[in-house]
Every structure is written in structure tokens, then in C-alpha cells.
């Protein structure tokens, strides 16, 4: 399975799966359906799947036009979600698989930033060697999402979910954020070393235009301050010693902060 990262509306990015065995494809979110549909021409791969994470528009706007090209897709998304995802056909709960070629996804529910929100995450094989996480607006480079729909206590439990999984582990997120999750992220982890050093590397990433999606699980253990709720640096910045408290904190100076 190939990922193809597509670049939608001002910063989305939509997420192609190609299966080149068996000459398929599914869509991770797709905003719009147009670089999904030249994408696919491109390859002449037929689109089997639509894999939607939370029903927001700039996730699902291409659903319908995709559905009218391509009669026979299959449009997954979250039990919770039921009626808000165009077209949807398949209602995920936690630990539901999703078939894709010889991939299989497993779901996991992260409600926070809406209260349906899910996680598709493809385990490594012998091929892949690393896993894929498809977190939509949960986890993000160096941060994560706004709490539209869910308490900080559920996005924890969310975020602890994820930062579970391996290290090699490629988080694809949604939208590129990074520079400015990273700028935030020195504001409250001043001396974390690691912070540093990748900001400076996404800094000369973005002055070139270049993507910093996917990044590595084991990266935004060590820097992102939205898995850090229990490091003494943290909560000691924001007055704390309770992770929860730290997190929803720290969220908050975030949502003043852009
Ligand atoms: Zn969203
Ligand atoms: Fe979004």
C-alpha cells in the first residue's frame, strides 16, 4: 500500500491509498474531489473506498462527487457520526476493521474535537515496516485539534490511545499545522531539547514549501506538548500537577495563542 498525500482547500491534505496489486484505491478524507479524481486517473486505479474520519466539511466535501464516479465505493465513518457523513454506509465503533487490498485498518474512537471523531491505524507488515495512523484533526504534528465537540478528559483518553502505539509509527494528519503547533509548543517547553531541534528543521521544511506530514509517533511523543500532560516541566508552566488539568491548560493557551 502506497500513500499519496494530496494537498486540498488552503492547508488539507487528503490521503490516497494505492493498493498497486489489485490496482485500487481509497480516500482518507477527501475535502474536495477533484486532486482525488486526477490522482486516480493517473494511476487508473479504481476508488473502493472512502475512509472519513469526522463528519467537518473540509473532510467530507468531495464525498458525493467521488460516490457519483464511482457507484460501487464503500464510504466508512464512526457510529456516532451516523447522518452527518454524505453517503455514509459503514458505522465504525472502536476495534472495527477495514479492509483495504491485503491491509487491514483498525479503528479506534477518538472523540475530543467532535464527539464521533475516528482513527484508522494500519498496523506494519513485512513490507510497510512502519504503521499508519490516519488521525484526521485528533493528533496533529506538533499538536492537536480544537475541542469543538468533547472535554479535555475524552481527548486525553483519545491522545493516550494513539501515543500507545509504536514509535515507528506514521501519524498522517490532516492538515499542515506544523510551524505554527511548533511556535506555540516552545512557549510552554522552553528547554525541551528535541522541540528545538525540530523546529528549526520544519522551519527550513516550510521556507523550501515542503510538506512535514507525515511525521513520526516517536517525534511527537518527545515533542508535542499535547502528549506531554505528565512531564513536571509541563504542569509546572502551566500551574499544575493534575494531567488532565495540564492538558486542558495548555489547550486553552493554545486556542488564545492562534
Ligand atoms: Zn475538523
Ligand atoms: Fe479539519
Redesign the pocket.
Known sequence: MQVIRLHALSDNYIFLLHDDTHNIAAVVDPAEAEPVLQELAALKAELVGILNT?H?H??VGGNQQLMQQFPHVTVYGGEEDRGRIPGQQVFLQDGSRVQFGDRTAEVIFVPG??RAHIAYYFPPNQVSGTGDLFC??TLFAGGC?RL?EGTPTQMVDSLTKLRALPDNTLVWC?HEYTLKNLQFALTVDSDNTDLQRRYDEVKSYRSRGEATVPSLLGVEKLTNPFLRWEQPSLQLTVNSNEPVQTFARIRGLKDKFS
Request: proline share 0%; hydrophobic share 20%; glycine share 18%.
Open positions: 469526522h467537518h473540509d473532510h474535537h467532535t484526521g484533526d485539534g469543538f490532516a
